[in-house]
């Protein structure tokens, strides 16, 4: 994937991220909210439209992974793949997608209901599809 | 400051993105700096590869084994979520201003408004970067608008790649904040 600003990424990817991430939440009672940001902190694609709260997650989402990749390196893990946070109430998940050299990330934030194992491969293959489905697109 | 036995003291650079803050915070580092960037996707606000979006850090050591320990924040407002988290137990900010954006007077004001607290204690010390290629607004404008916000802090001229400018504005921010803590003692 070339560099592509928020806006173009929105116009050209939108309505395919947006798609997988309505797909994620419908077929799965315990997914609350997902969205696809840049790894500069903007919002691409979004379940449920709250734009000023998307775009606080897309910047906050944007450091944890920054910080979660330079305490990889700094700890000799090899290469970053996703942070996790757990709370009393849910939980959440912060995925690089693959095939974007990290320039794509994805979160998705489930109730404490869904088990996790069932959540991170949820997530893992909506990561999959979207990953394919921008090969595709770019071929 | 406690005199007593080697310190460890916080100190913040913030300011504008590309006004020079990881560049700063590497002119000077002693150790390998923790960088946190990412592939910048928004050229039309600083034409740049690539931006911080967590925080830089570095490590400068002083005589008595002191160690000035140096955060940079990421510059754009929506990460103003995080300069508060970075800049808890921190004692002072270098305020970074790049002249050459189309209003560095009010990019001041925007972080002088985040870091009010410093800069109400004398903390702050504001540095004005890329001012030979753009002389305006001057160093004295700079003052009046800090005259017109009752606020007393030095701002300098500075090149940030130049790790003897850095170094001066870190000694002038140790000295002011010195100076306020002996004042009230």
New interface residues.
């Given amino acids: 994937m070339n560099y592509k600003n928020s806006t173009q990424l929105r116009q050209e990817h939108g309505s395919m991220l947006s798609e997988e991430l309505e797909r994620l939440t419908a077929e799965n009672e315990g997914i609350l909210a997902a969205q696809v940001c840049t790894s500069d902190g903007f919002e691409v694609a979004a379940t449920r439209r709250n734009a000023e709260s998307h775009r606080r997650l897309a910047a906050m989402v944007s450091s944890m992974q920054a910080l979660g990749a330079a305490l990889v390196e700094e700890t000799e893990l090899g290469s970053y793949r996703n942070l996790i946070i757990e709370a009393t109430e849910g939980k959440c998940i912060m995925m690089a997608i693959a095939g974007t050299r990290g320039d794509l990330l994805l979160t998705v934030v489930a109730n404490s209901q869904l088990m996790f194992g069932v959540f991170l491969v949820l997530c893992r293959n909506t990561c999959q599809a979207i990953s394919a489905r921008l090969s595709q697109l770019d071929a | 400051m406690t005199p007593e036995g080697p310190q460890e003291h916080k100190i913040l650079f913030t300011g504008t993105m590309g006004a020079g803050k990881t560049t700063a915070i590497a002119a000077v580092s002693g150790i390998k700096m923790?960088?946190?960037?990412?592939?910048?996707?928004?050229?039309?606000a600083f034409n740049k590869a690539t931006?911080t979006?967590?925080?830089d850090y570095g490590e400068v050591g002083l005589a008595g084994g002191h160690v000035l320990r140096l955060y940079g924040t990421?510059g754009?407002e929506?990460?103003s979520?995080?300069w508060k988290i970075v800049a808890r137990g921190a004692i002072g900010v270098i305020i970074l201003v790049d002249n050459s954006r189309p209003d560095p007077v009010a990019d001041l004001g925007l972080y002088l408004d985040n870091f009010k607290k410093f800069a109400e204690i004398g903390g702050v010390v504001i540095a004005v970067g890329r001012t030979e290629s753009h002389p305006k607004p001057s160093i004295e404008d700079y003052y009046q608008f800090l005259a017109g916000r009752d606020l007393m802090l030095p701002v300098f001229a500075v090149d940030v790649r130049k790790s003897e400018n850095v170094l001066m504005v870190l000694d002038v921010l140790f000295n002011m904040l010195e100076i306020s803590d002996a004042e009230s003692a």
């Fill in positions: 923790v960088k946190t960037e990412a592939a910048n996707t928004d050229r039309g931006t979006v967590g925080f990421p754009q929506r990460f979520f995080l």
